[in-house]
């Protein structure tokens, strides 16, 4: 019989590197534990959705906070083993986003928009430069940043959030939350029913009505509301 051998460990070198720059540049809480993960739900939440409905919203909004690419599993084959992409939002962001999804009317349309909030955690992602492995991540859930944080930029008030001090992404303005919800939703949805039409729907999820709410009408400028999304 074929012996099997361990697979070879990482230098504790380049973790510790990492877990540094997070908790003293950024000051951002990690877990403590490896591989290196960071603590939602005190400095920011997360807002996570697929990878490929994530990209259609990054081009639709140039500015918003900062963003990770979470890979594939390896080898799954699951709704839920799809890349994703996380968008840090304020802290508390994850208890709004039923609500704001309820507002929207979108229901249970956007199954596959969720959050990270208190008592969650994500993997840290490697910076630009850096190669996952070296920091010690799963080898199905190495993270990257698309939109990486900087020293300095990485407040509470960049973060998407609403109220009095959302705006658009301005100079001065934190995004705003309602409208990333807007946009992540209707590409979440648009997502889905494209990959439906490619057999390749998410039953984990339930299948959904084949129609857009009353969001992504409003939208598309089909519908009118006070505020524009």
């Given at each position: 019989?074929?012996?099997?051998?361990?697979?070879?460990?990482?230098?504790?070198?380049?973790?510790?590197?990492?877990r540094?720059?997070?908790?003293?540049?950024?000051?951002?809480?990690?877990?403590?534990?490896?591989?290196?993960?960071?603590?939602?739900?005190?400095?920011?939440?997360?807002?996570?959705?697929?990878?490929?409905?994530?990209?259609?919203?990054?081009?639709?909004?140039?500015?918003?906070?900062?963003?990770?690419?979470?890979?594939?599993?390896c080898?799954?084959?699951?709704?839920?083993?799809?890349?994703?992409?996380?968008?840090?939002?304020?802290?508390?962001?994850?208890?709004?986003?039923?609500?704001?999804?309820?507002?929207?009317?979108?229901?249970?349309?956007?199954?596959?928009?969720?959050?990270?909030?208190?008592?969650?955690?994500?993997?840290?992602?490697?910076?630009?430069?850096?190669?996952?492995?070296?920091?010690?991540?799963?080898?199905?859930?190495?993270?990257?940043?698309v939109?990486?944080?900087?020293?300095?930029?990485?407040?509470?008030?960049?973060?998407?959030?609403?109220?009095?001090?959302?705006?658009?992404?301005?100079?001065?303005?934190?995004?705003?939350?309602?409208?990333?919800v807007?946009?992540?939703?209707?590409?979440?949805?648009?997502?889905?029913?494209w990959?439906?039409?490619?057999?390749?729907?998410?039953?984990?999820?339930?299948?959904?009505?084949?129609?857009?709410?009353?969001?992504?009408?409003?939208?598309?400028?089909?519908?009118?509301?006070?505020?524009?999304?």
């Amino acid at each position: 019989m074929a012996r099997v051998l361990p697979r070879p460990r990482t230098p504790l070198a380049p973790r510790a590197s990492v877990r540094r720059r997070y908790e003293e540049e950024l000051g951002w809480p990690t877990t403590g534990t490896e591989p290196v993960e960071l603590l939602t739900g005190l400095r920011f939440d997360v807002l996570e959705m697929p990878a490929d409905a994530g990209s259609a919203v990054l081009r639709r909004l140039p500015l918003t906070g900062p963003v990770a690419l979470l890979q594939a599993r390896c080898g799954g084959k699951q709704p839920g083993d799809r890349p994703k992409l996380l968008m840090l939002i304020a802290a508390g962001g994850a208890e709004e986003l039923p609500g704001i999804l309820e507002w929207l009317e979108w229901g249970t349309l956007a199954a596959d928009l969720t959050t990270r909030g208190t008592g969650d955690r994500m993997p840290a992602p490697a910076f630009p430069g850096g190669t996952a492995p070296s920091y010690g991540f799963g080898s199905w859930e190495a993270a990257t940043w698309v939109r990486p944080p900087r020293p300095g930029y990485e407040a509470e008030n960049s973060l998407p959030t609403t109220g009095s001090g959302a705006g658009i992404g301005d100079v001065g303005d934190a995004p705003d939350l309602v409208r990333l919800v807007s946009a992540a939703a209707t590409e979440c949805h648009r997502a889905r029913l494209w990959r439906a039409r490619n057999a390749q729907s998410d039953r984990e999820c339930g299948d959904q009505p084949l129609a857009f709410s009353n969001a992504s009408r409003m939208s598309a400028g089909t519908r009118p509301r006070s505020l524009t999304l």
